[in-house]
């Protein structure tokens, strides 16, 4: 082999290498891409084409695809697929995906009911700042469900963190626990009305 030759395959190795490496991150974009514009068609209404693309993208792995899409499935009690779907996304840390399967464990649609998974799972999406999943957990700890001891004060904190990221029910839970004296928190009418605000400037 001439030092050409050498050369040459020297450079179709580092080209190869190039594309080996460039190819996954293609993949990701595209399928970002294809996840963001299915669930956008979801929220505009356009369910087949939305599924098409959340199906496409869920496939290749991108996780907010993953959770519209077995959100969809389980609207449509299409519970083992949904659980599927959900299950990827959680294998990914991905906090919609902890929840939505949190919420498959508690009603046992799909598994098997296991309150204490589903309780687990709940929890981990609520640490991951999911407000809906804050909610669930602060309503579980309320009521000492899904595995957990009952705990009031611990609850009004997380029913604060979901309100403070825009929960309305968790703003409606401490209005009232302000207005009743309830979860630990004393009367406060002035708080009460801050949160009655804040629920009507959320309408």
Same mark, same amino acid.
């Given at each position: 082999?001439?030092?050409?030759?050498?050369?040459?395959?020297?450079? @179709?190795? #580092?080209?190869?290498?190039?594309? *080996?490496?460039?190819?996954?991150?293609?993949? =990701?974009?595209?399928?970002?891409?294809?996840?963001?514009?299915?669930?956008?068609?979801?929220?505009?209404?356009?369910? *087949? +084409?939305?599924? !098409?693309?959340? +199906?496409?993208?869920?496939? +290749?792995? $991108?996780?907010?695809?993953?959770?519209?899409?077995?959100? #969809?499935?389980?609207?449509? &009690? @299409?519970?083992?697929?949904?659980?599927?779907?959900?299950?990827?996304?959680?294998?990914?840390?991905?906090?919609?995906?902890?929840?939505?399967?949190? =919420?498959? $464990?508690?009603?046992?649609?799909?598994?098997?009911?296991?309150?204490?998974?589903?309780? /687990?799972?709940?929890?981990?999406?609520?640490?991951?700042?999911?407000?809906?999943?804050? =909610?669930?957990?602060?309503?579980?700890?309320?009521?000492? !469900?899904?595995?957990?001891?009952?705990?009031? =004060?611990?609850?009004? &904190?997380?029913? /604060?963190?979901?309100?403070? @990221?825009?929960?309305?029910?968790?703003?409606?839970?401490?209005?009232?626990?302000?207005?009743?004296?309830?979860?630990?928190?004393?009367?406060?009418?002035?708080?009460?009305?801050?949160?009655?605000?804040?629920?009507?400037?959320?309408?």
């Amino acid at each position: 082999m001439t030092k050409t030759d050498a050369m040459r395959n020297f450079a @179709r190795l #580092i080209v190869l290498s190039t594309l *080996i490496l460039a190819a996954p991150n293609t993949l =990701r974009a595209d399928a970002r891409a294809d996840g963001e514009q299915g669930i956008l068609e979801y929220r505009k209404g356009n369910l *087949i +084409e939305a599924m !098409q693309l959340l +199906e496409k993208s869920a496939a +290749e792995g $991108y996780a907010p695809a993953q959770t519209t899409l077995a959100f #969809i499935l389980d609207l449509a &009690e @299409r519970d083992a697929q949904a659980v599927h779907w959900y299950r990827q996304a959680a294998d990914r840390n991905d906090a919609g995906g902890l929840f939505g399967l949190g =919420r498959m $464990y508690s009603k046992g649609e799909g598994v098997e009911k296991d309150p204490l998974k589903a309780g /687990q799972l709940i929890k981990q999406a609520a640490q991951l700042d999911h407000a809906e999943a804050m =909610r669930f957990y602060a309503n579980a700890l309320e009521s000492g !469900q899904l595995g957990f001891d009952p705990a009031p =004060r611990s609850a009004a &904190e997380w029913y /604060q963190k979901a309100a403070e @990221r825009g929960d309305k029910p968790a703003m409606n839970r401490l209005k009232q626990a302000y207005t009743q004296g309830q979860l630990g928190l004393p009367v406060d009418a002035g708080k009460a009305e801050a949160w009655n605000d804040k629920i009507n400037q959320s309408d």
